[in-house]
């Protein structure tokens, strides 16, 4: 995991979801942990595209529920764009 990556999707959990920081960590669920609800999914895979600048297909944003399941993807998809 690198630290800016990680570090920019926090900032985007934060400001999306309207959680502190600290609740924000890898392991974080974002439906069960960080309260999000399906709305704020769709809108926090948009964002993250945007920071990114990668699309995320419905089926991998399925397949996104932890903060680390995030960065992952996000550093495995950026790379390849």
């Known amino acids: ?3 800016s990556t990680y570090d920019r999707l926090k900032k985007i ?3 999306q979801l309207g ?3 600290e609740e924000v960590k890898p392991e974080a669920s974002f439906v069960d942990d960080l309260n999000a609800d ?3 999914l769709v809108e926090l895979i948009m964002s993250l595209e945007e920071e990114f600048g990668t699309e995320i297909s419905d089926e991998d944003a399925e397949r996104i529920r932890t903060v680390q399941d995030a960065v992952d993807f996000i550093d495995e998809h950026a790379a390849q764009s």
Do not use: K, P
């Open 1 to 3: 995991m690198t630290a």
């Open 13 to 15: 959990v934060v400001e």
């Open 19 to 21: 959680v502190d920081e």
């Open 38 to 40: 399906s709305l704020d």
